[in-house]
């Protein structure tokens, strides 16, 4: 097959959950079919032309059509926010919109140039021409406006509170509108394909899980040190950054009120000053930042800390964890898309209750072990990136090979057998 996959920015080095699941889906798919990936490049030259120079020694075509997008701060991202208030267009999706990608998408449509086009980023998922002859596919890595409603909830603030709304409403129009262009969409779990095909009416949705690379995984061992929680994601991402502010204001000191020996890791891509500046004032806090390889960290530490709020989709950093038998305590935000039990595979817990339960995987070592067991078996036996590359092949074909009617059935179609279809009742 001739797939075109077009995305906001390069997905190498994988250091953030869409670029993981970009990357090793595509990396598997590209050995069995001929791919073109359409994107954005990275802020720096070198960094870019690296990238690049990765994905074609695998064998993927690269096409960098735009330099990297605007930077979120100073005075200028402030207006542009402010400017935004009277678009209809959400400032997520106006500001990761690229006239050039865009352009190329078109122009790749209209030689023909391939038999299916993947939109990584939905803000692309317009960019076809009218009476294009070939099949698109949006990869629904969360569902935006869900995350937008929890910004909007866990925003103390009454002014920023209110934007936030604003953005939820504008998303939830607008994701539906490109979301029911597509001919498909793939979500990343059953819970994110449900509510898709609730909320937007789509004409089928199919679930494609997100996974981890058993055997770079596998060899993560070491001595785990005692009372070290770590959290790990993207510091540059919001949803993590609440977090992050609640382990450092509520939960951690909570925590070393009790165990004044505890420490708490934070590993990850691209800190905020701000975080920068905590993690040298608050005792027990060390920060990690873009560091080569998590596996150190997943290795040992005593327990992963996943205090989510906000979220969508599943997260890759708890099934890491579980590969490499790190114990896992998370909110319900935080371990959702996923099929694990709380007290079989982990510690399930919401906010109030979450140091608490920190504290009893602390004191518990050998309990916790015992889950973080059961976790390992299932996350490598069900969420292998070559069982799911598979399953995202068996869409492409099954996507092909349907005529027009068939293409406007309205299902959610689960797991592998694909050929198994669930009706959506609404």
Known sequence: MRVVIVNESLPYPADAGNRIRTLNLMLRLAARHEIVYVCRGHDDAPGTAAATEYLQDHHIKVVVA????????????????AANVFSSVPYAAASHNSFAVRTMVQTLAREQRADLFQFEWLAYADALPPGAKC?????????????????????????????????????????????????????????????ASELF????????????????????????????????????????????????TQLFPELRRQRPQAKLWLV??????????????????????????????????????????????SRLKILEAMACGLPVVSTEVGCEGLTVQSGRDLLVREVPR???????????????????????????????????????????????????????QKVIRMDVPLDVAVDVDT
């Open 66 to 81: 735009d330099r990297a997008s605007q930077r979120k701060r100073g005075v200028r991202f402030c207006a542009r926010l």
């Open 135 to 195: 099949r698109s596919l949006v990869m629904a890595h969360n569902i935006e406006s869900l995350i937008w409603q929890r910004y909007c909830e866990n925003e103390p603030n009454a002014l920023r509170r209110l934007y936030l709304r604003q953005q939820w409403r504008k998303f939830m129009s607008y994701e539906r509108s490109l979301l029911r262009r597509a001919d498909g969409v793939v979500c990343v779990s059953r819970e994110d394909a449900r509510l």
């Open 354 to 408: 979450f140091a608490p339960a920190l504290l009893w995987a602390i004191g518990n070592p050998g309990a916790m072990q015992q889950m973080a067991q059961t976790a390992k078996r299932l996350a490598l036996q069900q969420y292998d990136w070559d069982v799911l590359a598979d399953r995202l092949e068996c869409v492409w074909e099954k996507l092909l090979r349907q005529d027009a009617d068939e293409v406007g």
């Open 201 to 248: 009416d789509l004409r089928q949705t199919w679930v494609v899980e997100n996974g981890i690379d058993r055997p770079f995984f596998e060899q993560a061992k070491g001595p785990r040190e005692e009372q070290t929680i770590l959290f790990l994601g993207s510091l540059d991402w919001r949803p993590n950054q609440d977090a992050i502010r609640l382990l450092l």
């Open 268 to 313: 990850g891509r691209k800190p905020p000053d701000w975080l920068r500046r905590a993690a040298i004032e608050s005792p027990g806090v060390h920060l990690f930042a873009d560091v080569p390889d998590v596996r150190p960290y997943l290795a040992s530490a005593t327990v992963m800390a996943v205090p989510l709020r906000i979220g969508g989709g």
